[in-house]
């Protein structure tokens, strides 16, 4: 089976992958940490099948109350590179600065956000190609930030779950906001607009147990965030008793599934 080949699927899923791996492994442990991650794609059930190796170095200082965290890796083709930086603010982790890039092929994606809570706003900048027409996608925006509204990137969901600083709702699920770039819900992967803004979408963690392995396992919908996410099957993301994530598995359409799995160092 072919490594070297990417269709437009492997565009199209893997980058959402990449942004999803701080899920993967983020520890609770103050000081300095470095690690190994994974991440394995198939493509059309089996036919193409695909690989990134990379590393996650992360520094968590809970008495000064700031974490730094930058994930790194490398495949055939491909390059990703995610760093964020956060504070403890009014009892939980915030992000301060996410900065993502990727590159398929040649074909780069690029977001740099800043989280102004002086201002009460998300200074939210994006630059990627499409990959068939190589069709720009830019968006330069300020967001604000309603009030008492709880607002995430991944890596300080993952820390809030992980540190029981995520309050759950009445009815048990955990709920946040992420910013992404606004996008039309019948978006083509070639289709483009004059002007992008950006906005606050819901992030939502339906936790429950499994009955097989009796670990803690969360349902995500992934719809507002990628047109090749299914609408009846949710991204699953398995966690070990310290409430850290062990797995996650994606079924996207079309044959397509990525796996996620911690490589302990």
Known sequence: MSRKAIDRRQFLTLPLALLLTPLARVYAATGAH????G????????ALTFRVEGTLSETIDRPGGRYDVAIAGEGDGIANRIESTGILRQGRWAPLRTQSFFTVKGRESRSNITYDYARRGIDYHFKGETFFLRRLRIADDFLPIPEGLAVDDSIS???????Q?????ADGNFVTHVVRRKRAENEGPDDVQKHYR?????????VAVDKETRKPVAQIDLTR?????????????????????????????LG???QIRLKTG
């Open 34 to 37: 470095k690690a190994p991650y």
């Open 39 to 46: 991440v394995d794609v198939s493509i059309l059930y089996g």
């Open 157 to 163: 969901a993952t820390l809030n779950y992980a540190d």
């Open 165 to 169: 600083l995520w309050t759950p709702q």
């Open 198 to 206: 950006a906005e606050l979408v819901p992030f939502a963690l339906k």
């Open 225 to 253: 965030f990628s047109s090749w996410a299914k609408q009846d099957r949710p991204a699953l993301v398995t966690f070990g008793p310290d409430r850290r994530p062990e797995h996650l598995s994606l079924a996207m359409v």
């Open 256 to 258: 397509t599934s990525v």
